[in-house]
């Protein structure tokens, strides 16, 4: 099982970013994936989870109505689209799937 995350950077408050997750060595469409992320000095937090066939979809109250997670089985990818950014999101990100696979993670930074 392989989880690779792409897309995370520096932005300026207010701004979007989009995350991606590539997954392989596991049937992709039959798991939900999640997304963590990780700031300095605090544990670990779901960040949002999306079902195996993307028709369920759960947020953490913290981002609810500024993130969208989505997937493509078809490319075995998820994404994690974030907007209306605040310095507080910033956090390593990590997806995650069952039963315990993580992929490395991907830096946002959210400052002027």
């Known amino acids: 099982v392989q989880l690779v995350e792409s897309g995370g950077g520096l932005v300026q408050p207010g701004g979007s970013l989009r995350l991606s997750c590539a997954g392989s060595g596991f049937p992709f469409s039959s798991y939900g994936m999640s997304w963590y992320r990780q700031a300095p000095g605090k544990e670990r937090e779901l960040v949002a989870h999306i079902s195996g066939s993307g028709g369920r979809s759960d947020y953490a109250s913290s981002v609810k109505g500024r993130f969208t997670i989505s997937r493509d089985n078809a490319k075995n990818t998820v994404y994690l689209q974030m907007n209306s950014l605040k310095p507080e999101d910033t956090a390593v990100y990590y997806c995650?799937?069952?039963?315990?696979?993580w992929g490395q993670g991907t830096q946002v930074t959210v400052s002027s």
């Open positions: 995650k799937t069952w039963p315990d696979y």
